[in-house]
DNA sequence: ACGTGTGAAGCATTTCACAGCG
DNA sequence: CGCTGTGAAATGCTTCACACGT
């Protein structure tokens, strides 16, 4: 038995986003060349502990073999697909900012399978525009439409704080069932909708709360 | 009593990030023309529990008064001493690609007493420009110059992935105390030098597993 | 012999429930 | 009386240490 399906056991969040660091050391492991490795490399790698980064896989199954380690090639797709990004996901992107173009640049999201299949956009100067690097370009009153139609499922909010309660609702009618909130703004989100909130103020103020006490 | 200046007994990561949401939150209270919150009140606005909401609270002193609340003002102002942000921070950003703009075009590090002070750029065209919004662009090789100049303490890595670890090392070695790392790269950081990681990409795959898994 | 997989121990954080105080 | 502050209980997560399989 390799590959578990995810159980009903409540698996930790800490152990998702470790399972993400995981995946992206394994691709320098790859291009250095290695096609085995052992809980240990990893560790130290990613700066965890042996036995921690074996509990995690635990969860969904048995990746290794006894006394030799991990094939890196298998290891990272069973790898991916507990954590959902064995295939491609559609999303949107709302608010074409200073934020949403940063997002658009940086092809670390299309990497890990996230594509962005539509932007909508308040300003309609901006929605003329009708597409931007190919990623067609909505106005918010076609969202109910394009989102169904297109199959997107998560939702990207970077538009101004003040706006961002009333994208949520809106992303939410549409069908969307998971939000990556960029706003400092609170949203609450119904059942079966997921929320996550990105806000670097945050890490920030952790990191100044660090170094005040150091 | 009211502020217990921090203990050596550890607080938990996880309280730091809580209290944040808290400020933010109090700000809305405050807006709203209220002068007193209860830890109900607090707890139904940002999604935890009371009881937590006091035990934070209380690794840092007394902040309220029994059977009545908490004085909004007093509390927000406490809370900012607790975390480091009753002062200013001089941050120094590094690369001016897409994301550093986004950084730049957004506000909220500024309401929160981060002030971007310096930017350091490779490409020598945008270097010429000397500066960005009133703040000084400059070379990388200046920055072993101007960061203890500026009084410099967080570097913000706003630079492509395979850059970023020659960039920590710099800023680490130019004075600076904590770092931003908006790379996925995997950096290390000496003792006494404070590292934070912000990984979108992270946050959608914990998106996506729950979605897979719904 | 070696490194994984895993119950059990250890540690940290959250929640409960009530004493304490205005 | 109401809501904070706080020990104690409950829960959850991490680390240990060893059995297991190759």
């Known amino acids: 038995m390799a590959f578990k399906k995810v159980s ?3 698996i930790p969040e800490a152990t998702i986003r470790r399972l993400s660091l995981y995946d992206r050391c394994l691709d320098d492991v790859r291009k250095a060349g290695k096609k085995i490795v052992s809980s240990s490399d990893i560790a130290r790698k990613c700066g965890t502990n042996p036995a ?5 896989f635990a969860y969904f199954g048995e990746f290794g073999v006894r006394g030799v380690g991990y094939y890196v090639e298998n290891l990272q797709e069973d790898i991916k697909k507990a954590l959902g990004i064995d295939r491609s996901w559609n999303c949107a992107l709302v608010g074409a900012g200073n934020l ?5 640049g940086t092809d670390s999201l299309a990497e890990r399978g996230f594509r962005i299949s539509a932007i909508f956009e308040q300003d309609p ?3 003329e525009m009708g597409s931007f690097r190919d990623i067609p370009l909505f106005s918010m009153d076609q969202m109910q439409r394009i989102v169904p139609e297109m199959g997107i499922r998560i939702g990207i909010i970077a538009v101004s704080p003040e706006n961002a309660l009333k994208v949520s609702h809106q992303l939410i009618d549409a069908g969307v069932k998971g939000i990556l909130n960029f706003t400092p703004a609170t949203l609450k989100v119904p059942l079966g909708t997921i929320l996550k909130n990105v806000d670097f103020a945050i890490d920030l103020e952790g990191l100044a709360f660090q170094l005040a006490n150091a």
């Open 8 to 10: 009903r056991i409540k």
């Open 125 to 127: 100067i901006l929605v």
């Open 100 to 104: 949403g173009f940063a997002l658009l």
């Open 52 to 56: 921690q980064i074996r509990k995690d």
